[in-house]
T-cell receptor
Framework: GAGVSQSPSNKVTEKGKDVELRCDPI?????LYWYRQSLGQGLEFLIY????????KSGLPSDRFSAERTGGSVSTLTIQRTQQEDSAVYLC?????????????FGPGTRLTVL | RKEVEQDPGPFNVPEGATVAFNCTYS??????FFWYRQDCRKEPKLLMS???SGNEDGRFTAQLNRASQYISLLIRDSKLSDSATYLC???????????????FGQGTELSVKP
């Protein structure tokens, strides 16, 4: 079946612009996670959705970052007034539930470059 | 202190060598542990889960020591195709609405040479 998909695969933007990144999880997966991978920083958690609600937003680095999920499926991560330090690969993952032993399946990521 | 710490890399080994990766984690309440593999400019993919009793999958063996909060991965008879970055991953406990987020180590790069 289809895996997690993300769009766009690459995004180049100018400092100060807003960007939207999209994630389509595996069908039927209720848990959805956003992570960020920066050079030299490793992979870090941003936000998690259970259905349409986001119980844990603790990883969002600033109030310029927000995310929503509609219909328990597609999620959008929005970065307002982008800064150069926002340049990273943004990865989305989904899981059937939040059960401890469920694997999280990752999408291919969106590579964001802020000039 | 980082929540998940791994051996610094890179590891450069010849084909056929045995290589071991080590990892420690700080949260004693953690319940689930994994090794992920990440190829250059690709997404991480699950290599194997790590169980308390230790587990093996072909050439790969994972061990967990809860008392020492230590995880290891052993690769025997390494192949060229094993070249990748290996990520030690701990899942946050399911409490305080954390929802089982993954906490990643920095990763150890492995390069297997002919």
């Amino acid at each position: 079946g289809a895996g997690v998909s993300q769009s766009p695969s690459n995004k180049v933007t100018e400092k100060g612009k807003d960007v939207e990144l999209r994630c389509d999880p595996i069908s039927g997966h209720t848990a959805l996670y956003w992570y960020r991978q920066s050079l030299g920083q490793g992979l870090e958690f941003l936000i998690y959705f259970q259905g349409n609600s986001a119980p844990d937003k603790s990883g969002l680095p600033s109030d310029r970052f927000s995310a929503e999920r509609t219909g328990g499926s597609v999620s959008t991560l929005t970065i307002q007034r982008t800064q150069q330090e926002d340049s990273a690969v943004y990865l989305c993952a989904s899981s059937p539930t939040v059960n401890s032993y469920n694997e999280q399946f990752f999408g291919p990521g969106t590579r964001l470059t802020v000039l | 202190r980082k929540e998940v710490e791994q051996d610094p890399g890179p590891f450069n080994v010849p084909e056929g060598a045995t290589v071991a990766f080590n990892c420690t984690y700080s949260n004693s309440a953690s319940q689930s542990f994994f090794w992920y593999r990440q190829d250059c400019r690709k997404e991480p993919k699950l290599l194997m889960s790590v169980y308390s009793s230790g587990n093996e999958d072909g050439r790969f063996t994972a061990q967990l020591n809860r008392a020492s909060q230590y995880i290891s991965l052993l690769i025997r008879d390494s192949k060229l195709s094993d070249s990748a970055t290996y990520l030690c991953v701990v899942k946050a406990p399911l409490r305080d609405n954390q929802g089982g987020k993954l906490i990643f180590g920095q990763g150890t790069e492995l390069s297997v040479k002919p």
